[in-house]
């Protein structure tokens, strides 16, 4: 017997000869496959019973607004799947992107405490974060409270690098685009699990998750978790503040999830799906003696309606809505701040087979609002877009153009545009090239919080990125080399005043590698940057702060049916803290090991030991980071 397959659907299949997919994830695959429209003439793959299992490589849809093999993008483009998430129970999103090639990140304190994370030299506020299609970040502060999201409520993070998602998603998306998916997208049984969970520094962690699925098209997933610890002492020795911070400042958070799905018909689908951290931190109290009593207390989340009309094999058009909140209040004995911050989001997003090439286009409204006594008379405002993209996969050439216009309400209106192609040399070599104009609107606080400017200037990069990879049935790696410019770069300078500095340069290189070798797992990252002030008067030459010019990432894990180990050794080298570099953090080792083991058909158990070796080492100054700790959790599911 034969079967024809498209060239498209030959480059989702790379044959192996063990395979340890679940059936979720074969359904998963299966209903993938039947939504990627081809690009490129069918050809004939024979198929056999005897034939081996076929491993298919992890499938991203936010790098080109569509289902695509990671193989078939251009710009860099990595998965973080439910298998690799299941290493981080009872942790946050943050936990999980801050071990990724090419990210950094400065926390000042424990679990819950104010944290930033940089990407290929860019802040956070320069990098968009979605949930399930809607943004999310403080409309305030710009930055996306990843270390508030618990990891155990998410399926599956993809993170796109680099500018070419501002001509995709628009203003934030600079430095990429991190989009984080809930749990229920890809449900086939009918299942109910428990997780229960303890750790150090008195850590404890509960919830249960039920799913539900019908032969009627109708599938839901329900979660709920509860997160609690005493924390650690974040305050360092030489903190002026450390005589009267001395204790724990601890965190507990309460967590939900929901998707739901119903199959209409064979074109139409329709659903809902959101996520929501509602938590509790203690935080130094500044001067004030005694047991700390300041408190923030922040609830965020992102949730949305869809239609989605597949009104031919090859195109379909999806219309959402969704509303995502970033509310903080701190609660002292001298003050209360308050910071309630909504986006308001429509999406009308299409897609359309042109022979061999697709279509992506849409058009999106949103609104940004924040309430809080900083920004009496500026308190909202809205951005209205259209956008198209064209995808090409004939042959040895991948290729892919975006173009996007964003009108903002309080300034002018902006064109980002992005054109990338690659070229396959051999079926294992790829080499490609990459341009993409960026840009950032400032945040409120950056333009009426203390320190802000309302006169300041959107940054605006150009940003180049090229690469050479090598993919086998065992190895996937990865030499990316890039190049930004950005004018107009916001910084707090010393006296912490929010300018524009002229111009920024960042220039790196990311070297990644994973094997897969019969049951043994492997790989390692590399990345070097320069993220330099390129213009400014005072200085010019200077690195810019919590960039590292050098991090490096070893693992080694062995991989069963059953039992899946790993080891990890993580190198940060030394960077400045501020832009005059004249405070520096020290470069730190951390050694971590997770596993997990299926203890019968119904029980699993997840574990993690992180710090291994009690690295002492701090990311922001004058705050401590935690020592050797761990978390170890039990899950029983019934089916």
């Known amino acids: 017997m034969t079967t024809s397959y498209s060239t498209l659907y030959k480059s989702l299949i790379q044959v192996s000869k063990k395979s340890h997919l679940n059936k979720g994830t074969w359904a998963l695959m299966a209903s993938t496959l039947a939504c990627v429209p081809a690009v490129a003439a069918e050809t004939e793959l024979a198929t056999q019973d005897n034939m ?95 270390h508030l999201l618990p990891a155990d409520q998410i ?176 609660k002292a004995i001298s003050y209360t701040s308050d910071y309630d911050t909504k986006q308001q989001q429509v999406s009308l997003v299409g897609q359309h087979a042109l022979g061999a090439d697709t279509v992506i286009y849409g058009a999106e409204y949103l609104k940004q609002e924040v309430d809080s006594s900083s920004y009496p008379d500026a308190d909202k405002r809205d951005v209205t877009s259209g956008f198209l993209a064209y995808l090409l996969s004939r042959g040895n050439i991948d290729a892919q153009a975006n173009i996007r216009y964003d009108d903002y ?56 990125e090229a690469f050479v990879e090598y993919t086998t049935n065992n190895q996937v790696a990865r030499l990316t080399g890039y190049r930004n410019t950005v004018d107009d770069l916001i910084i707090s300078d010393e006296e912490y005043q929010r300018k524009n500095f002229a111009k920024a340069k960042i220039e790196g290189v990311t070297l990644t590698s994973d094997w897969s070798i019969d049951d043994y797992l492997f790989g390692l990252a590399y990345d070097y940057q320069k993220a330099k002030d390129d213009g400014g008067l005072v200085n010019h030459g200077n690195y810019l702060p919590n960039r590292p010019e050098h991090k490096g990432t070893v693992y080694l894990g062995y991989q069963l049916s059953n039992l899946d180990i790993r080891a990890e050794y993580q190198y940060i080298d030394d960077y400045f803290s501020n832009i005059e570099n004249t405070s520096k953090v020290k470069s730190y080792n951390l050694v971590n090991i997770s596993g997990n083991y299926k203890l019968s058909p119904n029980l699993s158990m997840s574990s993690r030991i992180n710090n291994l070796f009690n690295q002492n080492y701090i990311t922001e100054p004058g705050y401590k980071t935690d020592g050797i700790n761990f978390l170890t959790s039990l899950t029983y599911t019934w089916k």
């Open 52 to 146: 081996p299992v076929a491993y298919f490589p992890k499938i991203t849809v936010t790098a080109t607004r569509t289902p695509t093999a990671v193989n078939n993008t251009i710009a860099q483009t990595r998965v973080i799947d439910s298998e690799d998430l299941k290493r981080y129970q009872g942790q946050t999103a943050l936990d999980v992107i801050k071990n990724q090639p090419g990210f950094n990140f400065t926390q000042s304190g424990g679990m819950g405490t104010v944290s930033n994370f940089y990407l290929r030299g860019y802040d956070s506020k320069q990098v968009l974060v979605l949930i399930d299609g809607v943004r999310f970040s403080s409309v305030s502060s710009g930055q996306p409270s990843l």
């Open 409 to 464: 309400s309080k300034y002018d209106s902006e064109t980002t545009y992005n054109i990338g192609a690659a070229y396959h040399f051999t079926p294992e070599v790829r080499a490609g090239l990459n341009f993409a104009k960026g840009y950032r609107v400032p945040t409120f606080n950056d333009l009426y919080d203390w320190g802000g400017d309302p006169n300041l200037k959107p940054e605006k990069s150009d940003n180049y």
């Open 155 to 330: 399926e599956r993070i993809e993170v796109l690098y680099g500018a070419s998602g501002s001509s995709m998603y628009g203003a934030d998306a600079m430095g990429g685009v991190i989009q984080i998916f809930t749990k229920g997208g890809n449900i086939n049984e009918n299942q109910f699990s428990v997780t229960v969970g303890a750790g150090s520094h008195d850590q404890y962690l509960y919830g249960a998750t039920a799913q539900f699925f019908n032969e009627n098209g109708t599938s839901l997933n329900l979660a709920a978790s509860h997160n609690e610890t005493n924390g650690i002492n974040a305050t360092h020795p030489n903190h002026p503040h450390n005589i009267h911070n001395k204790d724990k400042d601890g965190f507990e958070s309460n967590n939900y999830s929901l998707f739901l799905s119903h199959q209409i018909n064979n074109d139409i689908k329709i659903g809902i799906s959101g996520l929501y951290s509602d938590s509790t931190t203690e935080l130094d109290s500044g001067s004030t003696t005694g047991k700390d009593t300041t408190l923030a207390e922040q609830k965020n989340g992102a949730a949305q309606a869809f239609i989605d009309w597949g009104y031919s094999p090859d195109s379909s058009l999806k219309l959402s809505y969704g509303q995502s909140i970033d509310e903080s209040q701190t």
